[in-house]
């Protein structure tokens, strides 16, 4: 918990990833007077906005320039500022890409990034707006710690959280419609550090964002109709990645299905596979997302459904994975 | 190419129809960007309809003009207009924003017809302009390219990149428009990163300035004219509009940057549609 703050998240059911936020980010502010809010004409869209409302002097709409943005936040952190930076996150990740890395994570300036609208969450917009190549992006710059929570309560966790990291953090949530993953507060979240939200020893399927409750459900409906006890790991932190959990993974079922609502190419799929591949262990592997290609239209529920992120997915690629075949190798004894 | 009183009547009456057509589409979307529409509706209607030298039945002609929604959150109003120009059936955009549709918000060019290049990302559109205008040059080619923008988007430091590059290679075969209807999301562009003195920064950036009421066609005419005889250079034509024009209860109204319509308020929409001017 950072600097004693005890709000919890009620009222969860009507409120929005995108409105946690605001609000939890207004309770900091209270504590930290240090933080200030940046947009690009999208306050309100992000709803960093509430920042605004709260504090009009800590509050910095550049306009409709993600570039500037990025680079007056790297100026203010480096005067002693705490700045919380958002727009959406194909804009974060890809129009300020260079005054991202080379301002704030070469600078290792104490910065903090909500990507909003991330993956297909704003479907219908189309492939400008929607942000699958993101995570790939950012994981590879140094310094930069990068989220992907659940749900709402996992995005105040995170930014209660992300205040604890000296240095830049990089939460990418969705539009605001997405659906709840966790009951209640009451688990333990640590940057870092993957959720285990299923106990199980035939299959694990990693995921990060909105697949993550779609995983939950799937291991239930694979527990009921094929008997399989599926483990799952909420992934919430892409970077630094757990290297602990995923390698216990590939001890214990040696068969991982990953999914993330973002390209295959580079996000956590291919950090897990890298995991899995430095290990040198045999494990039947597949990482589920988005092929490489430019998403199709849609309402986000119809186009996780078409690249199977979504339960129906889920369990139709867990019944495949347990079917193959791989080569074990059962010295564990220089791995874990 | 002056226009005639009988055109211009005649380019009214097809932007009350496009106006219309849009209110439908937000309706079977369930939602789009019909304040943004509605703004730049006259500008679109006189260059598909007048202006622009192209043929819908070939989409790929070589030596057509070019058009750029640089604002490319338009995207609605612009597939009304390419449908109405004829390049494919109406019917299509029952199918807006639906899933598996072409059609999302911001208009793929590699899946409709008509499109030039594919936008939507903010600060994009101008830079691809200055490209094909160079491009003509050097293909020795006579079309024109045309390019439309937000005046928020203006706050985008690409925008002043392509400026800058536009006067240096003198383009003037580029005529561009604003849609400077003083509103971009978050609420008035002076609030939120001032734009004025306007028109003196295109002048400074070394373009040609015409400022214009971008919902009168006699206007909108005299400055085309202008512009496609201009020859020192690139033209700017910052077009005066009502984000929401001709729906009553939208004009100049932030919150109808976006928005859905009910079925009863389709008709309000369409019947204060009936009544506007132009
Ligand atoms: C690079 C980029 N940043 C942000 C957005 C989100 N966005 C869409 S429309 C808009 C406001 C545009 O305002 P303006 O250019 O004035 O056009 P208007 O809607 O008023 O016609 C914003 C910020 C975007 N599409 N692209």
Redesign the interface.
């Known amino acids: 918990m950072s600097g004693g703050v005890t709000w919890t998240v009620y009222d969860v059911d009507k409120l929005t990833q995108k409105e946690v936020y605001g609000v939890v980010l207004c309770d900091l502010a209270k504590i930290h007077p240090e933080i200030v809010g940046l947009s690009a004409d999208l306050a309100q869209s992000t709803k960093i906005g509430a920042l605004g409302e709260k504090y009009p002097d800590r509050f910095f709409n550049v306009g409709i320039a993600e570039q500037n943005l990025f680079g007056v936040a790297a100026g203010m952190a480096k005067v002693g500022l705490i700045p919380f930076v958002s727009t959406f996150s194909a804009f974060a990740s890809m129009r300020a890409c260079e005054f991202l890395r080379t301002d704030i994570c070469y600078q290792n300036l104490n910065c903090k990034i909500i990507a909003t609208h991330g993956g297909t969450s704003f479907g219908p917009a189309g492939t400008t707006h929607h942000s699958t190549e993101d995570l790939s992006i950012v994981r590879a710059f140094a310094n930069l710690t990068v989220i992907v929570p659940a749900d709402a309560i996992e995005t105040a966790k995170s930014v209660r959280a992300c205040m604890e990291v000296k240095g830049p953090v990089y939460i990418r949530i969705g539009r605001g419609f997405e659906p709840r993953c966790y009951e209640s507060e009451d688990y333990d979240f640590k940057i870092g550090k993957a959720v285990e939200l299923s106990v199980g020893t035939d299959v694990t399927v990693i995921a990060c964002g909105t697949p993550v409750q779609h995983a939950v459900q799937a291991a239930k409906i694979l527990q009921q109709e094929d008997g399989l006890s599926v483990r799952v790991l909420n992934m919430h932190t892409i970077k630094p990645i757990d290297e602990a959990a995923i390698l216990r993974a590939v001890q214990d079922t040696r068969r991982i299905v990953t999914f993330e609502d973002h390209n295959v190419i580079g996000g956590l799929g291919t950090a897990v596979a890298d995991v899995i591949a430095a290990s040198g262990k045999g494990c039947a592997f597949k990482k589920v997302g988005l092929p490489d290609e430019y998403a199709i239209v849609g309402y986000p529920e119809d186009i996780q459904n078409h690249y199977k992120i979504d339960t129906e997915g889920i369990v139709e690629t867990v019944r495949e994975i347990m079917g193959r075949d791989f080569e074990r190798d059962e010295d564990w004894e220089d791995e874990v | 190419m002056a226009i005639t009183e009988q055109e211009i009547g005649e380019l009214k009456a097809r932007a009350k129809k496009i106006r219309k057509d849009i209110v439908d589409v937000t309706g079977w979307?369930g939602g789009a960007h019909i304040g943004v529409a509605l703004s730049m509706t006259d500008i679109m209607t006189i260059l598909y309809f007048k202006y622009l030298s192209l043929d819908p039945k070939r989409p790929d002609w070589d030596d057509r003009d070019r058009f750029v929604l640089s604002k490319?959150h338009g995207?609605v109003g612009y597939a009304v207009v390419l449908a109405n120009r004829g390049y494919f059936d109406p019917e299509l955009l029952k199918e807006f924003?639906?899933?598996?549709?072409?059609?999302?918000?911001?208009?793929?060019g590699n899946k409709v017809l008509g499109v030039d290049a594919?936008?939507?990302?903010?600060?994009h559109g101008l830079p691809m302009a200055v490209g094909m205008a160079l491009g003509a040059r050097v293909r020795k080619k006579a079309f024109r390219v045309y390019c439309l923008l937000g005046d928020?988007?203006c706050?985008?430091?690409s925008i002043w990149e392509a400026a800058m590059a536009a006067r240096h290679y003198n383009l003037n075969n580029l005529i561009g428009f604003i849609d400077r209807n003083h509103l971009?999301?978050?609420g008035l562009t002076e609030q939120?990163?001032r734009l004025e003195p306007f028109a003196d920064k295109w002048t400074a950036f070394g373009w040609k300035v015409k400022t214009i009421n971008g919902h009168d066609y006699a206007e909108l005419a005299e400055a085309i004219d202008f512009a496609q005889t201009y020859r020192e250079g690139p033209v700017m034509i910052i077009a005066e509009t009502i984000k929401g024009k001709g729906v009553d209860f939208m004009e100049n109204k932030v919150a109808w940057h976006y928005g859905g319509l009910s079925a009863d308020l389709i008709e309000t929409a369409k019947q204060s549609i009936e009544r506007s001017s132009p």
């Open positions: 979307a490319g995207g924003n639906h899933s598996g549709s072409a059609f999302g918000m911001h208009l793929d594919s936008t939507g990302s903010l600060g928020g988007e706050n985008e430091g971009m999301i978050d939120i990163m």
